[in-house]
């Protein structure tokens, strides 16, 4: 197999990914893939409803609490969106994508769950 065909493959794959619609309170609504995770659906749409930071799941700056709609989530920081508020709909937009349309909101953290520095001894 040639890279070139790989990447054919790989634009025919996404392409019939489907597509689900997302909203994110204050802002239009946008279109995301299956195969793609919310945050960079908003991106590639050009829309800024929530801040970019680490796109891997640690910072916690694109926290959503997800009110409608069915999700499969990648693993996420605990410390970011604990298992008891996972299961009320609390996310990371960098870890999620759409099984179904999807309506949330922005949900900041109330604490950074950034591990502390460690102090040299
Ligand atoms: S951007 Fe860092 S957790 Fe989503």
């Given amino acids: 197999m040639t890279t070139g065909e790989f990447r054919d493959e790989d634009l025919k794959s996404r392409a019939r990914a489907p597509s689900w619609r997302v909203e994110i309170a ?9 195969d793609q995770n919310v945050l960079e659906a908003m991106r590639h749409a050009g829309l800024n ?12 700056v694109c926290r959503v609490r997800v009110s ?16 008891e508020e996972a299961i009320e709909g609390l996310a990371l937009a960098c870890r999620i994508m759409p099984r179904t349309d999807l309506k949330m909101s922005a ?10 520095a460690r102090k040299a001894a």
């Fill in 68 to 83: 409608d709609g069915e999700y499969f989530a990648r693993p996420m920081s605990t410390a970011c969106v604990p298992p």
């Fill in 107 to 116: 949900a900041p953290m109330d604490r950074c769950c950034k591990p502390k």
């Fill in 26 to 34: 204050g802002s239009p609504a946008f279109p995301c893939r299956e």
């Fill in 49 to 60: 409803p929530l801040a970019i930071g680490c796109r891997g799941g640690g910072c916690g």
